[in-house]
């Protein structure tokens, strides 16, 4: 039997990085799925419409020279402009 996947949009996506990147964070694709209970192919779809959009970004996040760089999504300055 098939695992059944939540059906997200845009809206889910865009509020779970918002609540989860401040100040610099990223998040990647595969904590954004388990946060929305849904398949990392489905918020693959999303993010790159998104980072078509300019609304996010890929980029790499360094911590500190002990600790390895961590590469995930994080939204734009465009995209704070945009909402209301």
Known sequence: MRKQYAKIDTEDVTRVMDQCCWQGVVISTGNIAVLLQTSKY?????LHRLQEDGL???????????????????????FYELQP
């Open 42 to 46: 489905q918020v693959r779809k999303i």
């Open 56 to 78: 996010v970004k890929y980029k790499m996040v360094l911590w500190g020279e002990e600790e390895p760089p961590m590469w995930g999504y994080a939204l734009t300055d465009k």
